[in-house]
Every structure is written in structure tokens, then in C-alpha cells.
């Protein structure tokens, strides 16, 4: 699986699939209560027509509520019966004070799950999930507890270190995705020997599916 958002040029989604195998693409749609990605509409049927699952993500920040958030997230993702909906939930490295509160990533998470009877994937650090500072000393101030409706969502795990470290929240269930390799250096990746450059796009962040290929897509459609 690869997500991307519009500062990836994509050149063939076909590619994608066919060519290096991929079998999922997440895609920014939103961020905040007012921003809406700008390719994944035109994105998304290119990428369905090549034969890839799709997935839909928002980036939180804190100028707006998570209720509108969420709402700006439903109406520019349009999810059908088999997308993949996700929350990016970690400190904002450009405006730190732009960073999403705990409190506004459980109200996206519920209103989410009222309007579509569906709780959407977190993405996350074990850092920043286990209450720890981060970049620039941002910090959640504590933990994730694991009675946060947040822990009852499935874990999609940022942690490019060879043996990821699954967030307190998340212990008894560990992770479902896993991004190994970012996009940014060559050296943001657990593994050294997987190819990290995709056909098609110009660069991605690359993630693995706890599971098989037939587990992925019962994941896929579970959340349908």
C-alpha cells in the first residue's frame, strides 16, 4: 500500500499496480475544516479503473473543531462502500500550534462513526501517541488511554525503525498498517533491502498489511 496527496505527481496508476505491485492507495482529502486536496477527485477513478483499493485520509490540526473537521472530511471523500477512511493524528511540524488535541481527534472519530456506522483507520507515531514530546517538545501531556475511542479504531503505525513500536493504546491489538518508509530520504526506512520508489508516482510513503493479500481485501471491504 502507498498513500500519496497532491504533491505527488502521479503518471500511472496502472503502473502502480501492475508494475510494482501494489495493491492499495491512500489519498489525502482533506486537512483542517477548510482544505480539500485538489487531486483526489480526479485521483480517485483513475486509480479505481487501474484496479487499486482506495483509501481517503484527513490531516487534523487544531483551528477547527474535530466535529467540522470531519464533516469537511465526509463531504470532500465522498467514502463508498469499499473506502478506506483514516485520521492522521501527530504534531503539526509546520505550525505546531496547528497540532490537533486528543479531544478533537476523538470527536472526528465520532462523528465519523455516527454519519457512516464506520470508525476510520489512526495513523500515528508511538511517540506522540504515548503522551511523549516530539518535534519542537509537542506532546499530547499523556498518553492515549486505552478507553479513547481512538484505541477501538484500527492502527495504522508510522515508525520507520526496524521493529515498530506499537502505542500504549493499541497494546493488546497491535498494528494493521505499518509505514516503514517515508518519502522524504532515502534513509526513512526500516527495510534497506525493499525497493522504496513505486512506478507511476514520483515518490510515496510505503506501508505493509498485517496479513496476506485475501486478509487485505476482507480488510478492505470489513470496513465497507
Known amino acids: 500500500m502507498i498513500d500519496i496527496s497532491h504533491n505527488v505527481t502521479v503518471t500511472d496508476f496502472a503502473a502502480v499496480r501492475r508494475r510494482s505491485h501494489i495493491l492499495a492507495v491512500v489519498h489525502k482529502a482533506t486537512e483542517g475544516g477548510d482544505w480539500i486536496d485538489p ?7 483513475q486509480a479505481e479503473s487501474a484496479g487499486l483499493l ?4 484527513h490531516f487534523g490540526t487544531r483551528q477547527y473543531s474535530g466535529q467540522r473537521q470531519a464533516q469537511t472530511f465526509l463531504a470532500a471523500a465522498q467514502p463508498g462502500p469499499k473506502t478506506v477512511m483514516a485520521l492522521d493524528f501527530e504534531p503539526n511540524d509546520h505550525n505546531p500550534r496547528n497540532t490537533m488535541t486528543l479531544a478533537q481527534a476523538e470527536a472526528f472519530v465520532q462523528t465519523v462513526y455516527q454519519a457512516t456506522g464506520r470508525l476510520p483507520v489512526v495513523y500515528t507515531q508511538p511517540n506522540w501517541a ?17 478507553t479513547s475511542i481512538l484505541a477501538r479504531c484500527d492502527l495504522w503505525l508510522a515508525d520507520y525503525r526496524e521493529s515498530p513500536e506499537v502505542p500504549l493504546a493499541w497494546a493488546n491489538r497491535g498494528w494493521r498498517l505499518w509505514q516503514y518508509a517515508g518519502d522524504e530520504t532515502e534513509l526513512d526506512a526500516a527495510y534497506g533491502s525493499v525497493p522504496r520508489t ?9 506501508n505493509v498489511f498485517a496479513g496476506d493479500t485475501s486478509a487485505l481485501y476482507k480488510f478492505w471491504n470489513a470496513h465497507a
Open 198 to 206: 513505486v512506478s507511476g508516482v514520483s515518490h510515496c510513503d510505503r
Open 130 to 146: 504515548n503522551g511523549m514530546k516530539v518535534n519542537r517538545g509537542l506532546s499530547l501531556g499523556a498518553p492515549i488511554p486505552p
Open 54 to 57: 482506495w483509501g481517503a485520509y
Open 39 to 45: 487531486s483526489y477527485g480526479v485521483r480517485r477513478p
